[in-house]
């Protein structure tokens, strides 16, 4: 599938106003891919207004929504030794009203929860405003809303 970046917000915040939790998103691709732009309107879309900064150097932060969604929005690039995903609380995650959003979760493998998506972006040649995405389905997660499509692994 290919997404512009208007309808890749669009998506996310359908994402956000619907997900049921818990849930875990796992946002794969390059620098630049679009995973905080997605994760950002999932955050959005689940009623959190204001600033959704990119933690990139926070590594997590934590959001209430009005529909009652504790969103998760946690950025791994920078993580390099396990041990700092013992202190984030990475064991934790995955509370009843959470909503887990993890850009460069590679940096976790191994360590990933058995019921998850795995969504992947990635550029287009010739289109900058466009992205192909790809998801992936590992056990059996709350649905993904907006994504009807979907391949079991
Ligand atoms: N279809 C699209 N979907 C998402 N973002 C797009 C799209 N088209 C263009 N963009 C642009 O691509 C950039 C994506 O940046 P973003 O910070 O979301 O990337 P990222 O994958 O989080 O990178 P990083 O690994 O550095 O965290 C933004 O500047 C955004 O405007
Ligand atoms: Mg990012």
């Known amino acids: 599938m290919i997404l512009n970046e208007d309808e890749m917000i669009r998506w996310g915040e359908a994402i956000g106003a619907a997900a049921r939790t818990p849930l875990?998103?796992?946002?794969?691709?390059?620098?630049g891919a679009g995973k905080s732009v997605l994760a950002r309107s999932i955050v959005h879309g689940a009623g959190v207004e204001g600033a959704v900064p990119s933690p990139t150097f926070n590594l997590?932060?934590?959001?209430?929504?009005?529909?009652?969604?504790?969103?998760?929005?946690?950025?791994?690039?920078?993580?390099?030794?396990?041990?700092?995903l013992w202190e984030l609380g990475w064991q934790?995650?995955?509370?009843?009203?959470?909503?887990?959003?993890?850009?460069?979760?590679?940096?976790?493998?191994?360590?990933?929860?058995?019921?998850?998506?795995?969504?992947?972006?990635?550029?287009?040649?010739g289109d900058l405003n466009a992205r192909t995405v790809s998801v992936i389905r590992f056990g059996v997660p709350q649905s993904l809303p907006g994504f009807p499509v979907s391949v079991s692994s």
């Open 60 to 84: 997590m932060f934590r959001y209430s929504s009005s529909r009652g969604v504790d969103v998760v929005h946690m950025d791994l690039y920078r993580v390099t030794d396990p041990a700092e």
């Open 24 to 31: 875990f998103l796992f946002l794969k691709g390059p620098l």
């Open 92 to 125: 934790e995650l995955g509370g009843q009203d959470e909503l887990v959003l993890v850009e460069w979760p590679d940096r976790a493998e191994g360590m990933l929860p058995e019921h998850r998506w795995e969504i992947t972006l990635g550029p287009v040649a």
